[in-house]
Nanobody, 113 residues
Framework: VQLQASGGGLVQPGGSLRLSCAGS????????MGWYRQAPGKQRELVAA???????IYADHVKGRFTISRDNAKNTVYLQMNSLKPEDTAVYYC????????WGQGTLVTVSS
């Protein structure tokens, strides 16, 4: 099983990025998928995720700016990030929870002028 995250990079405050998480060896239809992030010196935290009921949840500090979406046919989950702030700087991880739990390798997002 592999979760391959991509799309990170350097962006100026107020800019946008779209992260992608492509899964291999795993069927996203049977997993609750989400995005977490870990900033330097801080614990990993939930950013956005799908619920087992098919809804979505977001951390308070990203509500209205980030959107999680998925394409099950492509086994891919996305995180659209708009109005980025310096405090959004972190390594972003894709996560899948089902019978087992899987983490992607992370993609670095740096928000700086």
């Amino acid at each position: 099983v592999q979760l391959q995250a991509s799309g990170g990079g350097l962006v100026q405050p107020g800019g946008s990025l779209r992260l992608s998480c492509a899964g291999s060896g795993i069927d996203f239809n049977f997993y609750v998928m989400g995005w977490y992030r870990q900033a330097p010196g801080k614990q990993r935290e939930l950013v956005a995720a799908f619920t087992s009921g098919g809804g979505t949840i977001y951390a308070d500090h990203v509500k209205g700016r980030f959107t999680i979406s998925r394409d099950n046919a492509k086994n891919t989950v996305y995180l659209q990030m708009n109005s980025l702030k310096p405090e959004d700087t972190a390594v972003y991880y894709c996560h899948g929870r089902g019978v087992r739990e899987y983490w992607g390798q992370g993609t670095l997002v740096t928000v700086s002028s």
